[in-house]
């Protein structure tokens, strides 16, 4: 029977309160299970007991796309509190199957979508892969290759993924619900309607396939980083063919040297951060699933459908806050979130409190020595800034991120998560300090793209 993508909000619904009731009675049994057994037994039925909630997890919002199974990429990323320590890596890694291999719908329902929008495919390809070698929460990503000799990625939306999308941003009730079984501290509807109201961006094919190109010209013939240009003219509202990276995936580059991790951590730092200082523009959506090591050595980055642009008086406005905060300028920092509308001067934060949490949330910016970024350590911190009530920054209650500064902020958080993932180390400080205070770079890397960048 066809894996139809459920649209309906009362169906979307019901699957996910049936989730986060699961969640809960599971956790209950586990506990009581644990009663009277051999530490082998609790090793077992821990393990199990894992294996069973990511595969549930898996199931139920990989069978859902839209929002619901974004939420579900972005917990991949995560040291997530619904299981215990030792079996977190576990639970993941099963969770990482919504960034590779979701369950992937049959190709007779994505091939009417294809037709639909382009016509018959042997007008636009000589050969076609029915096979998706990878699906996301959009949708199914295909290999193929053109008339003209060409091998392509066909990336074709889930057919009624639209209304699936509109209905989980009507749902943002129930996916808090399903948040707080799994990541208790960061149950905040603001967050989820953040998620929601951006990842509407990623139906739009046509401004992808724009924005891919743009960013593409920009590094095209960089040392480094390489973007597969989108082919426009076989582009359409759910149809967006780019050029094909052959290349390892992120779990691979894991297992690579720490030198080598550490060299391709300094990559992704600069795409994913440093492109909003330098150019303005960033990608919202770090994650391990977009991040590919080409044949060529050079590390490519995918899928721009939540990539953003932002004013120039924005971005310098966090500029001047992280300089603030890194000279520990707390009463700067302070009168400048007061002046933003962040922070309310009748509720009691100090400006101490401020300085404390910048530096507890974005602090690998400005500490000016070599960091190994962990798992662990990039989860804490990703839940701090989303939500300071689960720690020890009870005054920052009152906090209101402008909405201008809520998907940058996202973007820094979870560049820092997959740099987690990664265990990069590096003094990630001496990085910041190009954008920080446009100071010439000390890495080799650095200054191989500065002397690209002159035309050397």
């Known amino acids: 029977m066809a894996d139809r993508v459920p ?41 199990r007991s894992t294996l069973a909630t990511a595969q549930q997890v898996v199931t139920v919002l990989g069978s859902m796309k839209g929002a619901a199974m974004k939420l579900g990429q972005m917990l991949s990323v995560l040291d997530v509190d619904l299981v215990p320590e030792s079996h977190r890596e576990l639970f993941r890694t099963k969770l990482a199957e919504l960034r590779d291999q979701a369950p992937a719908v049959p190709f007779g329902e994505m091939l009417k979508v294809i037709e639909d929008d382009l016509g018959p495919p042997a007008r636009v390809f000589a050969d076609f892969d029915e096979t998706p070698i990878a699906a996301a929460s959009i949708g199914q990503v295909y290999r193929a290759r053109l008339h003209d000799g060409r091998t392509v990625a066909v990336k074709v939306q889930y057919p009624g993924v639209d209304r699936a999308v509109q209905a989980d941003m009507r749902n943002l009730e129930m996916l808090s619900k399903l948040w707080k079984s799994m990541l208790p501290s960061a149950a905040d509807n603001a967050v989820l309607d953040e998620i929601s109201r951006n990842i509407g961006n990623e139906l739009d094919y046509p401004r992808e396939a724009r924005t891919q190109h743009r960013v593409a010209m920009r590094y095209r013939g960089h040392p480094f980083i390489t973007v597969p240009d989108s082919i426009e003219e076989y582009c359409a509202r759910r149809v967006l063919v780019t050029e094909f990276v052959e290349g390892g995936t992120f779990q691979q580059i894991r297992t690579l040297p720490d030198t080598e991790r550490d060299r391709l951590g300094e990559l992704i730092y600069r795409f994913y951060i440093s492109s909003l200082f330098c150019d303005n ?38 500029r001047a806050c992280l300089r603030a905060a890194g000279e520990h300028r707390a009463r700067d920092l302070y009168e400048a979130w007061v002046g933003r509308g962040i922070i309310d001067p009748d509720v009691g934060v100090t400006a101490e409190e401020c300085l404390e949490y910048v530096w507890a949330a974005t602090g690998w910016h400005l500490l000016d020595e070599r960091i190994t970024i962990t798992p662990e350590v990039a989860t804490g911190t990703v839940i701090l800034a989303v939500d300071p009530r689960a720690a020890q920054f009870k005054g920052m209650r009152q906090q209101l991120l402008p909405p201008e500064h809520v998907f940058s902020r996202r973007a820094d958080l979870f560049t820092f998560a997959v740099l987690g993932q990664l265990r990069a180390t590096n003094n990630w400080h001496r990085l910041a300090r190009e954008w920080l205070y446009h100071e010439d770079p000390v890495t080799e890397i650095g200054q191989a793209i500065s002397k690209w960048r002159a035309g050397l």
């Open 281 to 318: 523009e960033f990608c919202g959506d770090p994650h391990p699933g977009n991040i590919l090591l080409a044949a060529d050595g050079r590390l490519a980055f995918v899928d721009f459908g939540l990539y953003d642009r932002m004013d120039p008086l924005h971005v310098d406005f966090e």
């Open 7 to 47: 649209g309906g909000r009362l169906v979307r619904s019901g699957r996910l309160g049936r989730l986060a009731a699961g969640q809960a009675v599971r956790g209950v049994g586990a506990r009581l299970s644990m009663i009277g057994r051999t530490e082998e037994a609790r090793r077992v039925l821990a393990e």
